[in-house]
């Protein structure tokens, strides 16, 4: 492991590429998203040993409900299968699970299999994974809305922190590194408001394949990184422009 000066609190991650994994081995689509799911123990592990308290994992989006439904079928029996084969494990590693999206159209059995490994990890610390599966991120801002409206809050009273209460990641600190696997540089409908002061980082390794070294080059990138928040720099004076 390389000694690395800044380690972010929080990392989420677009698992982008199973597909064209798959292509390129002449494999099926879901193949590829098999090899994609055996893969996230390994990640896990690695982020742990670096000491990353928080780490999201983007594994299928509302968008996501166009594909064929073939292959959104398959996603959720490999869903199902992952959290069955791995919960026990992860919890044994003290795991906390969390589930970020909303569980519409999910079939009974995986919600209760979802339910379940959140319970069975829920007073775990060694590092807080948040599945973001069935999930959007403006219908997660849209969803904050409509709950501050049930609950009768003056729109005087909203601010930043209220509003952060009402979305799915209520207790996650935002994230400090964004990483998108495959090469595509787009955010994907992900994190939309959290992610405003995210640091990115985007690599051509598909997901089936990231490794510890690809993790080892997106944190010593992020270490390097000026994260200044809209402020200066210690060494700059304004001096009638807008900094960048």
Known sequence: ??????????????MDGNGR???ERSLSRLEGHRAGTENIRRVIDTFVRYGVKYLTLYAFSTENWSRPKSEVSGLFRLLGEVIKRES????????HIRHLGTMNGLSPRLVHQVQQAIELTSNNT????SLAFNYGGRAEIIGAVRRIAAAGIAPEKIDENIFSDYLYTNGLPDPD???RTGGELRLSNFLLWQAAYSEYYATPTYWPDFNEVDIENALMAYSQRQRRFGGLRPDQKFQGSVPD
């Open 88 to 95: 026990q494990a992860l919890h044994e590693r003290g795991v």
């Open 126 to 129: 060694s590092i807080t994974l």
């Open 1 to 14: 492991m390389a000694i690395i000066s800044h380690i972010p609190q929080h990392v989420a991650i677009i």
């Open 21 to 23: 994994w798959a292509k």
């Open 177 to 179: 590194l964004i990483i």
